[in-house]
């Protein structure tokens, strides 16, 4: 007898977790189905910076209701936050003016702008003679992807009784019905979140929403000594013209073309630098990006460099043993950051389309869980404007 399912989720990244624990949360009966056996994707690959502070003005909302229900859910499920806050500590006049234009708008709330004695007062390890000012940020969290991922997992099975299937590629989606390569499902509804595959279901969703791959380079240096502790995620100059929240400010203009004649080679790799720090003191660092159909599958040794270069340009890093390399790939569009789609009544295919589905996807799951359920109607199927 094949079993019968309230909701079916393809996909066990963040983004179907979201929507298997928005679901749980109101009583339906759930299953995820993966093709892989234990969580493998972007999910797992990122510095688990859950980031409000810079998100564009169409996601800043969600990811202030994303970082709530991690919050909520951290200590239910066992996810250590292992640090909160971001400052953004910029070396440029060009920059500053971006973070006075940004914490005068509606989402500079609770944020403040530090002069560079304060700056280097908050984070120690700052690089103190080329610092004019900072950004401080008191909205930020960050969990270590690698085992919140699969804590979360854990959770929704004991806590929810949400029912696993991996090893199982969903070969087609017909309204309530889920075909994997193992066994049928059924289910009155369908989200299908199947992160960087855009071609096993419905690739002609994702060709219209332009959706193509963004690898990343990542890299993590060997535990720091016991006293050097981050006290916040850190960015620095580069984040200004990326994240879009202050990409959009009137002066980031100047501040790119300033950091394009300054630092050319770092646009050429789409260098953006995070630093973030794990319970055993090693740093995460990242990132680059590289867009294609298909990105090639190898590390760079001259973008590495790059990355390193910055990271130890904006801070004083004793240890600079790299312990482990690795890239990471999510869909990526010019023309949306997210999208929701009804190829009919039951189903929705769900896409973060920028890299920020750690800050997002508990937000826009209770958005798309509502209006499935019909209690709401879900305004962010339409592309938003960039
Ligand atoms: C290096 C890196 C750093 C990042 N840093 C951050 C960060 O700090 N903060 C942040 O907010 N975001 C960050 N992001 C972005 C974030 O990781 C992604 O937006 C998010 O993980 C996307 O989640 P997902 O569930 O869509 O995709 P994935 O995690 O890739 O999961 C998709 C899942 O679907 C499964 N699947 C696909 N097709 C099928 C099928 N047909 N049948 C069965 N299973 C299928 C796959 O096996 C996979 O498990 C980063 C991304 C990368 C790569």
């Not at 199947?194 to 993590?220: N, S, Y």
Request: with cysteine; proline share 6%.
């Amino acid at each position: 007898m094949t079993a019968r399912y309230d909701l079916a989720v393809v996909g066990a990244g963040i983004v179907g977790l979201a929507h298997a624990l928005a679901a749980s949360r109101r009583g339906l009966r759930v299953a995820v189905i993966d093709r892989d056996s234990r969580a493998n994707g972007a999910s797992i690959r990122n510095f688990g910076f859950i980031t409000v502070t810079g998100q564009s003005a169409q996601t800043w909302a969600r990811a202030f209701v994303t970082r709530r229900i991690w919050e909520e859910l951290a200590p239910q499920a066992g996810i250590p936050i292992v640090h909160r806050n971001e400052c953004v500590i910029v070396h440029s006049p060009e920059a500053l003016a971006v973070l006075e234009e940004f914490v005068a708008t509606h989402m500079g709330a609770g944020c403040e702008l530090l002069a560079a004695r304060e700056a280097v007062k908050r984070v120690p390890m700052a690089r103190p003679k080329s610092v004019s000012g900072a950004l401080w940020s008191p909205h930020e969290l960050r969990v270590e992807p690698r085992t919140a991922i699969p804590a979360l997992a854990a959770y929704l099975e004991k806590r929810w009784n949400v029912t696993f299937q991996r090893k199982a590629a969903v070969r087609a989606v017909s309204a309530t019905v889920v075909e994997t390569t193992n066994e049928t499902f059924h289910a009155e509804r369908v989200v299908v979140a199947p992160g960087p595959d855009l071609v096993t279901l419905f690739p002609e969703v994702h060709a219209q929403h332009g959706v193509r791959l963004c690898k990343l380079q990542m890299l993590r240096l060997a535990p720091q000594p016991p006293s050097w502790r981050l006290p916040a995620s850190i960015m620095s100059d580069f984040a200004l013209v990326r994240y879009k929240g202050f990409s959009a400010q009137p002066a980031a203009a100047a501040l790119r073309k300033h950091l394009e004649k300054a630092e050319p080679w770092i646009f050429e790799y789409g260098i953006h630098l995070i630093v973030v720090q794990s319970e055993d003191g090693s740093l995460v660092i990242g990132d680059s990006h590289d867009y294609g159909a298909t990105p090639d599958p190898f590390y760079s040794h001259e973008i590495e460099e790059a990355i390193l270069q910055l990271a130890h340009g904006v801070l004083d890093i004793p240890n600079r043993e790299v312990m482990e390399r690795w890239i990471g790939i999510y869909p990526q569009s010019e023309q949306c950051e997210w999208f929701v789609v009804a190829p009919d009544t039951q189903t929705r295919i769900v896409q973060v389309t920028t890299g920020n589905g750690m800050s997002t996807a508990f937000g826009l799951a209770e958005e798309v869980i509502a209006e499935l359920c019909g209690d709401a109607t879900f305004a962010g199927s339409s592309k938003p404007e960039l």
